[in-house]
Structures are given as C-alpha cells and as structure tokens.
C-alpha cells in the first residue's frame, strides 16, 4: 500500500479520545501505539472536559454535549457529556472505536443528525453563537463558509453526476463568492493543495474518477 504524502504542519494538535477504555484520566498519545497518525509529544485527551484559557481564541466550543437515539436501542445515547474547544489555528483528532461517536459528535456540529437521533441537551457554540438546534435556513449559511465537513467516502458524499470542479464551485457560488474565473481558480488550486494529479483534467472528471487507487486520483 503506498504512503500518504506527509507535510510538516504548523497547527497546534490534540486528540480527544471517546472511547470506552479511555476512562476518564488524560494520556500522553506517545504511549498509545495504535494510533493512525504521527502525531508526536501530544496528549491525549479523553471526552471530560477540555477548555481553553482565552474564550476569544475559540473557534468552536461544545459543551456537554448529549446526543439521544431512538427507543429501544443498546443504550440511550450516541455521545454523552462530550465538551471540548477547538481554538483558531488548532487541530482536534476525535478517535475511538467504532460506534463511539465520533461520526455522530461530527454531524451534530454541522446539523446534519438523522430524524430519529437528536441534540438532547448541551450546546455547540460556532464563533461564539450556540448552533445546537439552529433551523435548516440558519445552518445552511454556515455550512460550507464557517463549519464544513469532508465525507469518508467521495463517492456517496459527492453528486455521482456533477463533476469534481463543478461541485466546488457550487459551495462557493452558493455563498456568493467570487466570480465563475476566480471561482475556477481557487478550485484548481485547491485540487493541486490536497495534490491531486491533472488538475486541469480532474476539475471536468466525475467522482468516480476520486477513488483510491484508480490511477488517476
Ligand atoms: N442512523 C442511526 N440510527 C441509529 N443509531 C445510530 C445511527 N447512527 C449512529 N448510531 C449509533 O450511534 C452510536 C455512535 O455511532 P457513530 O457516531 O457512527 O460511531 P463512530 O463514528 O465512532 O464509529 C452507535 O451506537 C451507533 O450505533
Ligand atoms: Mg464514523
């Protein structure tokens, strides 16, 4: 299997921890072997509270966060009294197990939660202002400009009929930035940031053309 393509980076990282056997109590992560990421001299933090000092410098805040599922389930809630802050500049890895939360705690930031799980107490603050619940009109003026969310896999996240550089440039025109040119521009640099192949190519491709080891992508 090839290596992902490494970069030096700047941003201050931590990782918060959600599973089970975390407990309570905050680790260094050079002691956790199975971690996926080379994240060195970092601690690991687990779901109790992680705050930070100035309240200025926080991008987002979520606090006590409890997100329900439906009756009947193996047990009540998804996530339970998650808190934590993501400062301007810093990077936040959510790990755990599988079906720990961490796609739930992801989703209920950006209001995209299913019917049947909701948002049963706590806040999500975004620059400050609490997000927890905000109507679908409200979300949709944040959603791909303040908060975004990059899906697991393109291919179901992404418009299957649309090409790649057609759907970046719909995030963009949908908050009225920029013009068609300047819009394509910024989209051909974005592909040649995450170091796509062709750019000028893939911006006309379709999805599939995104999966790994095609070749292409
Ligand atoms: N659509 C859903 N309906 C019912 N339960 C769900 C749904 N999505 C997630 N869950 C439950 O919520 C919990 C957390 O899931 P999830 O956030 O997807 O875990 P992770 O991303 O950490 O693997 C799990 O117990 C899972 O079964
Ligand atoms: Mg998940």
Redesign the pocket.
């Known amino acids: 299997m090839s290596q992902l393509p490494t970069r030096e980076c700047q941003h201050e990282r931590r990782v918060l921890d959600?599973s089970d056997r975390a407990g309570k109590s905050v680790r260094s992560l050079n002691s956790q072997q199975d971690v996926p990421m080379p994240l060195k001299g970092e601690d690991t933090l687990t779901a109790s509270s992680i705050q930070a000092e100035d309240s200025q410098d926080v991008a987002l805040s979520v606090r006590d966060l409890c997100?329900s599922?439906?009756g009947g389930?193996?047990?009540a809630?998804?996530?339970e009294n998650i808190s934590f802050d993501l400062k301007r500049g810093q990077i936040l890895c959510?790990i755990?197990?599988?079906?720990?939360?961490?796609?739930?705690?992801?989703?209920a930031i950006m209001g995209l939660?299913?019917k049947?799980?909701r948002v049963s107490s706590g806040a999500i603050h975004l620059d400050g202002m609490n997000i927890a619940g905000l109507p679908a009109d409200k979300l949709r003026g944040l959603r791909g400009r303040v908060v975004s969310m990059i899906f697991q896999d393109p291919l179901s996240a992404l418009n299957p009929l649309m090409t790649v550089g057609a759907q970046i440039d719909e995030a963009m025109a949908a908050h009225g930035v920029g013009t068609p040119k300047s819009r394509r521009s910024r989209a051909i640099e974005l592909l040649t940031e995450v170091g796509l192949p062709d750019v000028q190519l893939m911006y006309h491709q379709y999805p599939f053309r995104l999966r790994v080891g095609s070749g292409s992508a």
Do not use: D
Not at 96 to 107: D, H, P, R
């Open positions: 959600l997100v599922l439906p389930m193996e047990r809630f998804a996530v959510i755990g197990e599988s079906g720990s939360g961490k796609s739930v705690t992801a989703n939660l299913p049947v799980i």
